[in-house]
């Protein structure tokens, strides 16, 4: 009951700080993010600590469990449960797993046994996305040629996280909307966070990415191959 008071926002002088075991605020287990191909924050099947990054709004998220499973006390093995302080700021992703954030702000996540014993909690920065950079090796190619372009999401403020990095690029899978202007280039394929344009004639296209307002353009020149 102390950490889920803490967690909620309560007023008790004894919401544990320290850390002994795991990065968890009762410092008893881990709560992690696992980053997907779509994440700009860390690599792909990376799991990083939930509390080192900020998590972009209208973006999907997991967060694994490292931690210990009581016995429930018929002696089986308990069920963990991971929810939302505030549904309203972040709630299940009811059509994969995980999360999703819908509003800036601070907001708790809890992981509990299905027979409502708190095993750990953290609390995760929520941070709308403020500008998108996109970036590629270069932003000339040759007719005939493929190049693949990177959108990455930034917030507005820094965070600092528990190693003393400042980061302002935001976490989970955002859903970009990606379009070229211009018959130089189409889109070949694309990911949530990446596309990969062809070259089909000399001059120049604009390929934009965009989140909702939030949107970044880049201008790219196709040359006659050599």
């Known amino acids: 009951m102390l950490g889920l008071a803490c967690v909620l926002g309560l007023s008790l002088t004894a919401c544990p700080s320290d850390h002994?075991?795991?990065?968890?605020?009762?410092?008893?287990?881990?709560?992690?993010?696992?980053?997907?191909?779509?994440d700009a924050a860390c690599e792909s099947g990376e799991e990083v600590p939930a509390t080192s990054v900020p998590i972009a709004v209208g973006a999907s998220v997991d967060v694994a469990y490292h931690g210990p499973i009581p016995k429930s006390a018929s002696g089986a093995q308990s069920t963990v449960i991971l929810f939302s302080s505030s549904p309203a700021m972040l709630s299940e992703n009811k059509v994969d797993h995980g999360f999703i954030a819908w509003a800036p702000g601070i907001v708790g996540l809890l992981a509990r046994t299905?027979?409502?014993?708190?095993?750990?909690?953290?609390?995760?920065?929520?941070?709308?996305?403020?500008?998108?950079?996109?970036?590629?090796?270069?932003?000339?190619?040759?007719?005939?040629?493929?190049?693949?372009?990177?959108?990455?999401?930034?917030?507005?403020?820094?965070?600092?996280?528990?190693?003393?990095?400042?980061?302002?690029?935001?976490?989970g899978t955002v859903l970009y909307t990606w379009e070229v202007d211009g018959p130089a280039v189409e889109i070949r394929s694309r990911t949530n966070r990446s596309v990969t344009l062809l070259a089909k004639e000399p001059g120049q296209a604009t390929l934009r990415a965009s989140v909702g307002s939030v949107a970044a353009e880049s201008i790219i020149t196709v040359e006659v191959a050599p």
Do not use: M, Y
């Open 20 to 38: 002994p075991s795991g990065s968890g605020e009762l410092g008893k287990a881990d709560l992690r993010i696992v980053c997907t191909i779509d």
């Open 114 to 171: 299905d027979q409502a014993t708190v095993l750990d909690f953290v609390h995760l920065v929520l941070a709308d996305v403020a500008r998108i950079e996109l970036t590629s090796s270069s932003n000339t190619l040759a007719v005939g040629k493929e190049q693949v372009w990177f959108a990455t999401p930034h917030g507005s403020e820094t965070l600092v996280d528990s190693q003393g990095f400042a980061r302002t690029v935001l976490a």
